[in-house]
């Protein structure tokens, strides 16, 4: 056999073995482009467009996990959330130490109420050490076993959310409602009056603080927070119950 032909075949090779790299970086970098105009859409909440830019990059470069950690989000947005669970276990298994896809994983299944499966997804997080924002899996957990009605749990996870940031609203409501449904209402009162302060655009915080006055049969205070409700979202479902329960307290407890 041909030695020289045999070291031409091999140059031919590493040749289109260099060619073959060179491309799939090329198609990385134009994926990666289109990611970043997608995520511009993310930014401004236009999540159609989003989606448009993300798809057409996934079709350039599938193989990016931060791509599909953004069509998760884009999916869940557009309340698509099996379609959301799809690509962040994309992202996660691209990326095994990708934290925030994990985390955002378990989202979408405290979505779809799959509480276990939610569990494992923060669990997991949690044990992260580098993970810059454990409060959020921590929160997370706490409202998977709130509404597994595990409240003894429930307490505990978000009492360690509120050790990292005592002022973190999702966490302090989360104590708050875990501590209404185990009849404690003085105590949820507590927190939802915290939460309210660094949070005092949430309707649905100021809903709890409402009813739980009502249930302490502090009527002025329960009516003052339902008047909030409609003042912040006069629109809104909440608002509507809200005038039915000022009526109601008006009409039976100030006579």
């Not at 470069?61 to 309340?79: F, I, Q, R, S």
């Not at 009492?159 to 990292?164: G, R, S, T, V």
């Not at 009527?219 to 003052?224: F, H, I, S, T, V």
Request: proline share 4%; glycine share 6%.
């Amino acid at each position: 056999m041909n030695k020289k032909w045999l070291c031409y075949t091999g140059f031919v090779f590493l040749i289109v073995g260099l060619a073959s790299c060179a491309d799939i970086e090329l198609l990385k970098k134009q994926g990666e482009a289109g990611r970043l105009v997608g995520e511009a859409y993310m930014n401004q909440n236009d999540y159609t467009a989003a989606l448009n830019e993300l798809l057409k990059a996934e079709r350039t470069y599938t193989k990016d996990p931060h791509l599909h950690n953004d069509l998760g989000l884009v999916y869940m947005a557009k309340d698509q959330l099996l379609l959301a669970v799809e690509h962040f276990k994309i992202a996660v298994a691209l990326k095994p130490d990708y934290a925030p896809a994990r985390n955002n994983l378990g989202t979408a299944y405290l979505a779809m109420e799959n509480w276990d499966s939610a569990i494992i997804c923060f669990k997991e997080v949690t044990g992260d050490l580098l993970y810059a924002t454990p409060h959020y899996p921590l929160s997370n957990l706490g409202w998977a076993y709130y509404n597994k009605k595990e409240f003894v749990l429930a307490e505990r996870f978000y009492k360690e959310a509120l050790k990292i940031d005592p002022n973190f609203p999702v966490a302090l409501r989360g104590l708050g409602l875990t501590y209404l449904a185990i009849g404690n209402p003085r105590d949820a009162v507590s927190f939802f009056e915290k939460a309210v302060k660094y949070s005092p655009g949430f309707p649905e915080l100021f809903s709890d603080l409402a009813g739980t006055y009502a249930i302490l049969k502090e009527y002025n205070k329960a009516l003052l927070f339902y008047r909030k409700v409609v003042d912040i979202a006069p629109g809104s479902q909440l608002a509507v119950e809200a005038r039915k329960e000022i009526a109601r307290i008006q009409k039976e407890h100030l006579k």
